[in-house]
């Protein structure tokens, strides 16, 4: 049998390497942390070219500025926020309007809207504050006493019903749901991302396949998988 004596070595670094095998995490991680440190040169550098990269988005984002500000108004660290983000990337992906109805339903109900009026510069914002206001607390009394309490606006919209609210929430969701999904379907995705691709974005593509509960969805979240990975290349 031949061996090869060369792998046997007495060397100080092959040492070490030895004495690192299945080394204590929190022994790497203090030796390691400050290697990690970075100066204030390579700091400032950092956040120079980031500060350039953002004024860059904004100038390529002219006309979002409503989507914008209503999307700080209602930041993920609200209540609300998080409701309009649920609405925006359901809504895309609810084929029937009577299911629609009830998700608008549900979700509106949930939100304290009232706060956040004039909160906001933007007349999109405030607009939208009334809007979810009116809006919310119509799905969630059907009581027509109490819908009156609201005043005429409120009456009003009472009147037109819930398909349409439900057309111009669609509107306003898709709106802001264009903001996080990129398409439809993967399709649609790879087709919108092409633009942004060639001044250098790079986007990662999910199919959700983690929302499955049976078999049956499971089963057809590996089918999107697959074509996914297909239509990706």
Not at 15 to 43: G, K, M, W
Not at 117 to 143: H, K, Q
Not at 174 to 203: C, H, N
Request: charged share 30%; proline share 3%.
């Amino acid at each position: 049998m031949l061996i090869n004596d060369t792998l046997h070595t007495t060397s100080p670094l092959r040492q070490r390497i030895r004495d690192y095998y299945r080394i204590s995490e929190s022994v790497a991680v203090d030796q390691i942390l400050p290697i990690a440190e970075v100066n204030p040169r390579a700091r400032s550098r950092a956040w120079e070219r980031a500060r350039k990269m953002v004024l860059q988005i904004r100038r390529e984002q002219e006309g979002h500025g409503g989507v914008d500000a209503l999307l700080n108004e209602y930041s993920l660290s609200t209540a609300e926020g998080v409701v309009l983000m649920c609405l925006a990337e359901a809504l895309l992906r609810v084929p029937d309007k009577a299911t629609q109805d009830e998700l608008i339903r549900d979700k509106l109900s949930q939100g304290q809207w009232t706060p956040h009026l004039g909160n906001s510069e933007s007349l999109f914002v405030n607009a939208s504050a009334w809007g979810l206001l009116f809006t919310g607390n119509m799905v969630n009394y059907a009581d027509k006493r109490k819908k009156e309490q609201f005043g005429l606006l409120k009456q009003t919209l009472g009147r037109l019903g819930e398909p349409v609210i439900r057309r111009a929430m669609n509107i306003a969701m898709r709106v802001m749901g264009r903001q996080f999904v990129m398409g439809e379907t993967i399709e649609d995705a790879v087709d919108r991302a092409k633009e942004k691709e060639t001044k250098g974005y790079v986007y990662s593509y999910d199919m959700l396949g983690e929302g499955a509960r049976t078999m049956r969805d499971a089963e057809r979240y590996y089918d999107a998988y697959v074509k996914a990975i297909k239509v990706i290349g």
